[in-house]
């Protein structure tokens, strides 16, 4: 089992930037996809973005395209979300998420593709 970490939210106007970070531990990092999600107020947890093992492969929610970035540091364990031109409507609980066995995923954007999951961090953007 990996445990996950999130760190980096906070509140910000619109327009703001904001970079969260989830940091693994209990297993090989490098060997499973990670991936965000997001649950806003009364809604249904969202996916918003995902990346390979390696990096090469990245996937965005369209409402974040453009505007959020996803990365990882397979040598820190550790996968970034650097989140630009915020709105309010993007006021939510972040969720880092592993995928433990990536190869056998076939839809990357389900939450029920990951295995693991971190506490989660609010982000809440001000108009």
């Known amino acids: 089992q990996v445990q996950l970490a999130e760190s980096g939210g906070g509140s910000v106007q619109a327009g703001g930037s904001l970079r969260l970070s989830c940091t693994a531990s209990?297993?090989?990092?490098?060997?499973?996809?990670m991936g965000w999600f997001r649950r806003a107020p009364g809604k249904e947890r969202e996916f918003v973005a995902r990346?390979?093992?390696?990096?090469?492969?990245?996937t965005y929610a369209d409402v974040v395209k453009g505007r959020f970035t996803i990365s990882r540091d397979n040598i820190k364990s550790t996968v970034y979300l650097q989140m630009n031109s915020l709105k309010p409507e993007d006021t939510a609980v972040y969720y880092c998420?592993?995928?433990?066995?990536?190869?056998?995923?076939?839809?990357?954007?389900?939450?029920?593709?990951?295995?693991?999951w971190g506490q989660g961090t609010q982000v809440t953007v001000s108009s």
């Open positions: 998420a592993a995928d433990i066995n990536p190869s056998r995923t076939i839809v990357r954007t389900a939450t029920t593709s990951y295995d693991s």
């Open positions: 209990g297993r090989s990092f490098s060997s499973f996809a």
């Open positions: 990346i390979s093992r390696s990096g090469s492969t990245i």
